[in-house]
């Protein structure tokens, strides 16, 4: 049988994932398990870059892997593990930092921004982040990452520390590619649609938390920020319409030209009534397996134990490679 490729992507266990993560990569990593050799991961060690309470974040990961699996990422089919469980990942990112420039780090957005958030705690980590996340990625030799668009700049460091490395060792690395959707790259946030929707966001308002119920969801549609036009109508520089345009496209799969029709000569309030009801459609079936799902933590434990398995043991394959390329003794 001709090998598939592979997929490899992670999300932080910093909160609930919101209705961005959703349309802009988790759907698209369930999606991506037919045809694809999938590997995903809790990436809690990337957490940790912002100061977290140990409680609550233990509460996330669990949370955040039962999500997935009510999701539809099967445990079977692709590798679902928490990052923590498999520490070839902070090895290989050890290694990895010393093929990666201090200019190449100073240039990431995301250090900048959360750099310029958090003031009082400009840790190292926030600084190296981007060289675990390409030791996640080169680890299972992925083909392809399923992101969203704010994590363009870290895949493409990625791509350039896997060439630097394999210019100088040879063919250890498969270069990767990311995959990024049309539409919903940047949901936008509901308060401030210039910004994206973000699960650390501190206003409960701003985004959709996968697990909000029918009438929150709804609630936070209708006071979604709009602007002073009064036309359904896709075009620049209504960010805030466009916004919900493109979700409402995608989870009811029609068209911009399909929703322009349907609501011509309609009001915003009837619009995002819809937006709202079509949104709490496609997570109630995610709500149901998670309430499901979470009440078993034996289950969910297991498939996290042979999660790390199968983990540990492709990546150890990438690691040994690579430190006999280093001159290492691999016994
Ligand atoms: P935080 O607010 O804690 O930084 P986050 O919401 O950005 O979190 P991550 O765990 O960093 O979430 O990202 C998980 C995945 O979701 C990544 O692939 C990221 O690109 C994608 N993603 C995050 N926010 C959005 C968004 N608003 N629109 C589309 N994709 C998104
Ligand atoms: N940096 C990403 C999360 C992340 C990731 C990865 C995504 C960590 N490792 C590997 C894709 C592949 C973020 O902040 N969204």
């Not at 003031?119 to 990625?137: C, K, R, S």
């Amino acid at each position: 049988m001709e090998e598939r490729k592979k997929i490899f992507s992670g999300i932080q266990p910093t909160n609930t994932p919101t209705l961005g993560n959703y349309l802009g990569a988790l759907q698209n990593w369930v999606k991506l398990q037919e045809d694809y050799d999938c590997t995903y991961s809790i990436v809690d060690l990337h957490s940790i870059t912002v100061r977290q309470d140990p409680q609550r974040l233990k509460k996330q990961i669990y949370e955040s892997y039962t999500l997935l699996l009510a999701m539809g990422v099967d445990p079977e089919r692709s590798t679902a593990f928490v990052q923590s469980h498999n520490c070839h990942h902070a090895e290989l990112s050890w290694v990895l930092s010393c093929f990666t420039q201090f200019g190449e780090l100073s240039r990431m957005t995301q250090f900048k921004d959360k750099s310029a958030k958090h003031p009082e705690n400009i840790n190292a980590g926030l600084f190296t982040y981007p060289v675990l996340m390409a030791a996640d990625i080169l680890l299972y030799q992925a083909d392809l990452v399923p992101v969203g668009i704010d994590q363009k700049q870290h895949l493409e460091l990625s791509r350039d520390i896997a060439i630097r490395f394999n210019n100088i060792y040879g063919d250890v690395f498969v270069v990767p590619d990311a995959y990024i959707p049309k539409t919903t790259a940047k949901v936008a946030s509901l308060q401030d649609p210039t910004k994206k929707m973000s699960k650390s966001d501190e206003n409960p308002n701003a985004s959709i938390s996968v697990l909000d119920d029918r009438d929150t969801i709804i609630r936070k549609f209708k006071r979604a920020v709009t602007d002073s036009d009064t036309e359904i109508r896709y075009a620049p520089g209504k960010d805030g319409i466009n916004n919900l345009m493109s979700i409402y496209s995608a989870v009811t799969g029609k068209t911009y030209e399909d929703i322009e029709k349907e609501f011509k000569g309609k009001g915003y309030g009837e619009f995002k009534l819809a937006v709202g009801e079509a949104t709490a459609d496609i997570l109630a079936p995610v709500q149901s397996e998670y309430a499901r799902l979470s009440a078993d933590k034996k289950y969910i434990e297991e498939c996290m134990k042979n999660g790390a398995e199968k983990a540990f043991k492709t990546s150890r394959k990438t690691l040994q490679k690579v430190y006999k390329k280093l001159g290492y003794i691999v016994l």
